[in-house]
């Protein structure tokens, strides 16, 4: 079993920027991929970005490429999300996940490619 516990959410102003971070279990980190999603009110889970085991690739939604960038120190067995250009859209509850692709796996956008889920933290962009 992967654990996952996201942290450094907060409160920040549009244009501003913010770290989030996941700390997962095991010595097994190096070999899932993780990912990024977030959640508003009355919405559905949405993907953000996702990083391969060794972080050779990246993927990003069109919403924040650009702005957001994803990275991971599979020493430390944490995965980053580096926000900036905050905007109030922005705001949400954003979850860490973890999952095992296989070569050539594509739509690895969708939240059922991943097997571990963290609680997710708040992230709120305000006007």
């Known amino acids: 079993q992967v654990q996952l516990v996201e942290s450094g959410g907060g409160l920040v102003q549009a244009g501003g920027s913010l770290s989030v971070s996941c700390a997962a279990s095991g010595r097994t980190f190096s070999s899932y991929a993780m990912g990024w999603f977030r959640q508003a009110p009355g919405k559905e889970r949405e993907f953000v970005a996702r990083?391969?085991?060794?972080?050779?690739?990246?993927y990003y939604a069109d919403s924040v490429k650009g702005r957001f960038t994803i990275s991971r120190d599979n020493a430390k067995n944490t995965v980053y999300l580096q926000m900036t250009g905050l905007k109030p859209e922005d705001t949400a509850v954003y979850f860490c996940?973890?999952?095992?692709?296989?070569?050539?796996?594509?739509?690895?956008?969708?939240?059922?490619?991943?097997?571990?889920w963290g609680q997710g933290t708040q992230v709120t962009v305000s006007s």
């Open positions: 996940a973890a999952g095992r692709f296989t070569a050539g796996m594509v739509a690895t956008t969708l939240p059922n490619r991943y097997d571990y």
């Open positions: 990083i391969t085991s060794g972080g050779g690739s990246t």
